[in-house]
């Protein structure tokens, strides 16, 4: 399709998708909405920056707009999961904005901000509630919240949900819910975890797929620098200031590291804020806030931000960690080249990430191209993936299997062979060698040669007279 208007959705949705200047669906949005307002089970599977969010909203909003009803109280006819408070806060925004022409309640409820106001909206029941999984718990022991009558579950970003520890939580909520749903499920990736718990919540699913799973985004140019870990600050101060970046979204593992490297870029003279689970809501909204309107053009972010920020503008991702669940590296970098816009994909890897990177570009199915800034350069982690044509692949001195490794040649002892002739004493009898394991060697200075080098150091030198003279020389 290549109009909303083919969907048949009513007409004061597409009244507000024209106001958002939405022309074209999205491969996700073609496949999706039809499915969904068909009223069936749904699994999809795209990147972030797809169009997810409008591909399940619309639909959604449309069923709403055909059956008027009122939600009961302390109760909500469509129920959304999302695994962070950002995402949680767009998803509504994204409902509120397809939506604006309906007449529909919508609620949000989220951690990190007190529980009384969204016991108090929740009241007399709404037709939308978005939620994080451990809140909306709260609000069920609480008794603010009943969700027997739930009409539509949607999980978003589920396989992010299943990493951050929510697949317990997850089960809960399910199970409070009426067998006689609609569910959809949305995920970046696909993992046995996620495939089990679809096959436990949905009935007869339908699987949509715009793209081969955990794949990155085509319009990002990815690199990666292999550098020492005590060097990444300074290599980071230096690409901040050599790119050409409108903003930059640089991602560390843990809260501490955010902050640390926040202080370092100050120091530096680059302004840039930290967001993670140790800011209040209200920080990080702030925080947020002046990131989108451009007074912070550097943003240093844990993995909690990974899917939720969705800022337009954002040329660099940058991984001043990598990540070492790889699925994540896909989640960072789609911050990135959204709507349409392509966007640079920059990875630190230091020695001791060395297996992240493979593991990553296992994933991803694809080798990413690299430099070396080490004070000690040392051969790629992968063989047969160098970027430089004239470099010579690693272990590339090796011989073929089953040929015998020749020694670099021994001082000369006029022998003709340049190895050591020797004398064994019949305590050293050297072990067989050659191709086999019980092959006996075909000369005799090979013979010679291991005997010689099994000695142990203080055996080497002659112990008598006559062993100097048999010594070679």
């Excluded at 509504?92 to 901000?113: E, K, N, W």
């Excluded at 560390?252 to 870029?265: C, E, F, I, M």
């Excluded at 990598?322 to 959204?338: D, F, K, M, W």
Aim: glycine letters at 8%; hydrophobic letters at 35%; proline letters at 7%.
């Amino acid at each position: 399709m290549t109009s909303f208007y083919e969907f048949g959705l009513a007409e004061p949705i597409i009244r507000a998708l024209a106001e958002e200047k939405y022309i074209t669906p999205t491969p996700i949005q073609t496949q999706t909405i039809p499915l969904v307002l068909a009223g069936g089970d749904l699994i999809g599977i795209a990147q972030t920056g797809t169009g997810k969010t409008a591909a399940f909203a619309l639909p959604i909003l449309n069923r709403l707009c055909a059956t008027p009803m009122r939600a009961e109280r302390k109760s909500c006819r469509v129920l959304v999961l999302s695994p962070t408070r950002e995402l949680s806060s767009q998803i509504l925004d994204s409902f509120r904005a397809y939506g604006r022409h309906l007449r529909i309640q919508t609620t949000l409820a989220i951690g990190g901000v007190p529980m009384g106001k969204q016991v108090r909206s929740l009241m007399n029941g709404v037709d939308v509630l978005v939620a994080t999984p451990g809140r909306l718990l709260d609000l069920v022991q609480q008794n603010a919240l009943r969700l027997n009558s739930v009409e539509v579950l949607v999980l978003d970003e589920a396989d992010r949900m299943l990493d951050m520890g929510f697949i317990h939580d997850i089960r809960k909520i399910v199970a409070k819910t009426p067998a006689q749903r609609q569910t959809l499920m949305f995920s970046a990736t696909m993992p046995k975890e996620i495939a089990e718990l679809a096959g436990q919540m949905l009935k007869n699913p339908q699987k949509v797929a715009v793209t081969p799973e955990a794949t990155t985004v085509e319009r990002v140019d990815q690199r990666v620098i292999h550098l020492d870990h005590g060097a990444k600050l300074q290599i980071l101060t230096d690409t901040l200031r050599a790119e050409t970046i409108d903003r930059a979204l640089v991602f560390t593992r843990t809260k501490h590291g955010a902050d640390k490297v926040v202080r370092g870029l100050v120091k530096s003279g680059i302004s840039a804020e930290a967001i993670h689970g140790n800011k209040s809501q209200g920080q990080r909204e702030r925080v947020l806030a002046a990131f989108r309107d451009g007074r912070v053009r550097t943003l240093v972010a844990t993995d909690i931000a990974a899917r939720g920020i969705d800022v337009d503008g954002v040329s660099h991702v940058i991984n001043y960690d990598l990540p070492n669940i790889p699925e994540s590296y896909v989640h960072r970098i789609g911050r990135t080249a959204r709507a349409g816009a392509d966007g640079i994909a920059i990875s630190f890897c230091s020695s001791d990430e060395t297996a992240f990177l493979r593991d990553i570009e296992k994933l991803i199915r694809m080798p990413i191209p690299s430099t070396d800034r080490r004070t000690d350069p040392r051969p790629a982690h992968r063989q047969n993936s160098h970027r430089d044509s004239n470099q010579a692949p690693r272990h590339a001195d090796r011989q073929a299997p089953g040929r015998r490794r020749q020694r670099p040649p021994y001082p000369g002892n006029g022998n003709g062979h340049n190895r050591p002739a020797h004398q064994g004493n019949g305590n050293n009898r050297p072990r067989p060698q050659g191709n086999g394991p019980d092959r006996p060697p075909s000369q005799p200075d090979q013979i010679a040669t291991v005997a010689f080098m099994r000695r142990e150091p203080d055996q080497r030198q002659p112990k008598s007279r006559a062993d100097a003279d048999r010594a070679p020389r």
